[in-house]
């Protein structure tokens, strides 16, 4: 395998070197063999890239000098290849051993497509999705829709969607030719919803893939899905997403869906007793709002309605992949059948 094959997977690695084994192993499996491996070392102190360079020697090893994120560990990753697409995957995922080979094919069948997303099933307990394609809410955050649903067959269909979770998704190159590769300000957490919005106002089609399976364990890295890193960066992200992507008119169309979503998320923090990262998360997101909003590109960007109405689908998608997860678990929807009512 070499770095000019048609796929190169980029796998951004923080101490992750538990991790690694069953990743790499999942990939050295693969039905199909034209694709490179590329890991991305973000200055890990558990020796990961030398146990990579013993264990796993047919992977090519980038490594840098500190932890920069998830955002300039891909990025990084993106610049040291040169194949025309580019497999992001995390390091606490296995690989379905045709998932490659199915890859490869939709890159054929689905010529429009500039990125796919795959179906992501939990490690542990593989009944149970992880993610079925992305969805997004106007307050600037994403939705893995289907996440924690059991699979019940609801996703075995290849279909359009808003985007893609980073942590298993294929692109084009020439996609991050034409918006730019991921955004480094948001260090980790949401910098692929950002993606996801200024690929849909560029008018850049995301498909998702319902054959390419991977595996995910969740939260490996950062540890559990809820701590103050996790509530602080996505709390202040969602309003680097809505920063830069939004017009002044969509902004004031959609400030009040924004401000529901910022409650509820408050009252979740509090509940998990994160309110002081919530409130750094906040207070680090005005401090940089002038900076974050002078990325917005009016040029690259649709028309406001044409984009809003994409969004507003996403979300609607979202909401009933969360009113069916909740059901699922014996519990109410009556709060997001109002806000489905009003906003949608």
């Known amino acids: 395998m070499t770095a000019e094959q048609p796929i190169t997977v980029i796998i951004p690695n923080w101490n992750g070197r538990a991790l690694l084994p069953c990743c790499l192993t999942s990939l050295a499996r693969q039905s199909a063999r034209d694709f490179a491996v590329l890991v991305v070392d973000n200055g890990s102190t558990d020796d990961s890239a030398a146990f990579v360079r013993a264990h796993f020697p047919w992977t090519r090893l980038l490594c840098l000098p500190e932890n920069r994120g998830f955002s300039a560990a891909v990025n990084a990753g993106i610049k040291a290849c040169a194949s025309p697409w580019l497999f992001l995957l995390n390091n606490d995922v296995e690989v379905e051993e045709h998932c490659l080979e199915r890859l490869i094919a939709a890159t054929h069948s689905y010529p429009d497509a500039d990125f796919f997303a795959l179906k992501m099933v939990n490690f542990h307990a593989r009944s149970v999705l992880d993610g079925a394609g992305d969805a997004a809410f106007r307050a600037g955050v994403g939705y893995r829709l289907g996440t ?3 699979d ?11 985007g893609a979770c980073a942590g298993a998704a294929l692109y084009r190159r020439a996609l991050f030719q034409q918006i730019g590769l991921f955004d480094e300000d948001f260090f980790a957490y949401l910098e692929d919803v950002d993606l996801n919005f200024r690929a849909g106002r560029a008018g850049r089609r995301c498909r998702y893939l319902a054959q390419a399976v991977v595996y995910h364990i969740g939260s490996a890295t950062s540890g559990a899905r809820i701590n103050p890193l996790t509530v602080r960066l996505s709390t202040r992200n969602c309003f ?87 059901a699922q678990n014996g519990r109410g929807n009556a709060l997001l059948r109002l806000y489905r009512k009003i906003f949608l």
Do not use: H
Not at 152 to 162: K, S, T
Not at 296 to 310: G, V
């Open 152 to 162: 019940r067959g609801q996703y075995d269909q290849d279909r359009p969607v808003f």
């Open 240 to 326: 680097f997403v809505v920063a830069k992507n939004y017009s002044l008119p969509n902004l004031l169309r959609c400030a009040p869906a924004m401000l529901i979503f910022q409650a509820a998320w408050l009252v979740f923090a509090v509940k998990k007793r994160q309110f002081f990262p919530w409130l750094q998360g906040i207070m680090q997101a005005f401090s940089a709002w002038p900076r974050m909003r002078r990325k917005f590109q009016r040029d690259a960007a649709r028309a406001d309605d044409q984009f809003i109405r994409q969004l507003t689908r996403a979300e609607a998608e979202a909401i009933a992949s969360i009113m069916v997860r909740r």
């Open 148 to 150: 924690m649903e059991q």
